[in-house]
């Protein structure tokens, strides 16, 4: 099935520079995965990431899903760690009022002490989950106030810095705490959001600031503007710094690109018709049930093909190079959705590895 969207060459000459790419893992499961193999492949993801040049690699924060193993980003960002030697690598991103400010500190702290000068720290609101399941998670009193959200932020940057923070008491005399004891790098804070929320935020911390565009894309523009006409330059950043995300996969041919397409399309489907969640599909399975999404749930998957990057290597990455220069941003950090065959092994991701080698083939990272 061919939906419409991108894919097709850009009018926009080669010329214009290639943006830095990066990428966002949800570490999906498929249909009879186990959480190990899924683990597995993408590990080996993060080695090829790290060995073709792409600048960073991040893990999301998901809770409770059948299709998405990536529940606590800084334990696959140490795993990351011990096999990479280049490639910055973090969270996309932590979901803060989920967790205690001190701990995610420290446990970034420890990321930095593994991998000096390659760690991000990227920091979200939304919970991640369903209402149960956020209920079950902010089990931790005023950490979980979505409210202090800035405070939490601010009280982060200090915990994690050399020097630390202090706690002033009420009665007379001071506190310190440091996230580490004797830090001399500090893990990059970035501030994630798909909201004008995240952008003010940012722009008054004088924080870099993503854009989560492969959620639906909307406001898009409106944020970037919020962030860059509003940003005040902090110690951590003189200028503004934003790059976006965007759902992308490539494959030798337009056929195979559209076919390994369909599995995530599909789950966009469920989730925006509240059908049951289930493991990633095959590309087999979701070309053979083609009929279960008509009428509304087409209408969804119609809708979210247009605003993905699919597609042969050179129409994609031409596509990337028109986005990028449109949002004035010199990085794109791509979330590869490619589905997987039945045949494919378990413990690695074909369609994904191969778009990320066909897409540094051809932008020249």
Not at 101 to 123: K, S
Not at 146 to 170: C, K, N, Q, Y
Not at 293 to 315: H, I
Not at 323 to 334: L, S
Request: glycine fraction near 8%; hydrophobic fraction near 45%.
């Amino acid at each position: 099935m061919r939906m419409p969207g991108r894919g097709l060459p850009s009018a926009m000459s080669t010329a214009t520079p290639a943006p830095a790419l990066s990428v966002l893992d949800l570490v999906p499961v498929r249909t009879g995965q186990t959480s190990a193999q899924a683990v597995a492949a993408s590990l080996s993801l993060v080695d090829a990431a790290d060995r073709l040049g792409y600048r960073r690699y991040w893990f999301a924060e998901h809770h409770n899903m059948p299709a998405v193993a990536s529940t606590t980003p800084p334990v696959l960002a140490a795993a990351a760690a011990a096999r990479t030697s280049r490639i910055r690598l973090g969270s996309g991103g932590v979901m803060l009022p989920n967790h205690s400010p001190l701990v995610v500190a420290e446990q970034f702290a420890a990321l930095e002490a593994l991998a000096p000068g390659r760690i991000d720290l990227g920091l979200g609101r939304a919970p991640g989950s369903d209402p149960v399941i956020t209920q079950l998670l902010r089990q931790s009193g005023t950490t979980s106030d979505v409210e202090r959200f800035p405070d939490h932020v601010r009280d982060i940057m200090s915990l994690v810095a050399p020097d630390g923070a202090s706690l002033r008491f009420t009665s007379g005399g001071t506190y310190d705490v440091h996230a580490t004891p004797a830090a001399t790098t500090t893990p990059e804070v970035w501030l994630l959001g798909s909201s004008d929320y995240s952008a003010q935020l940012a722009a008054s911390l004088g924080l870099p600031y993503v854009f989560a565009n492969h959620f639906s894309g909307e406001g898009l523009e409106r944020a970037l503007d919020l962030y860059r006409s509003s940003f005040v330059p902090s110690e951590a950043l003189a200028a503004p710094r934003t790059f976006l995300t965007a759902n992308v996969l490539v494959a030798p041919t337009q056929d195979e690109a559209e076919a390994r397409a369909l599995p995530n399309l599909r789950m966009t489907a469920r989730l925006r018709t509240n059908k049951p969640l289930v493991p990633l599909e095959t590309v087999e399975h979701a070309l053979a049930n083609a009929a279960d999404f008509a009428g509304l749930g087409d209408t969804f998957m119609a809708s979210a093909r247009a605003k993905w990057f699919v597609g042969t290597a050179s129409a994609v990455a031409s596509d990337l190079r028109s986005f990028a220069a449109k949002h004035g941003v010199d990085e794109v950090m791509i979330s590869p959705i490619a589905g997987s065959y039945e045949n494919e092994p378990m413990d690695a991701a074909p369609g994904r590895l191969q778009t990320l080698e066909l897409l540094a083939a051809e932008l020249g990272l």
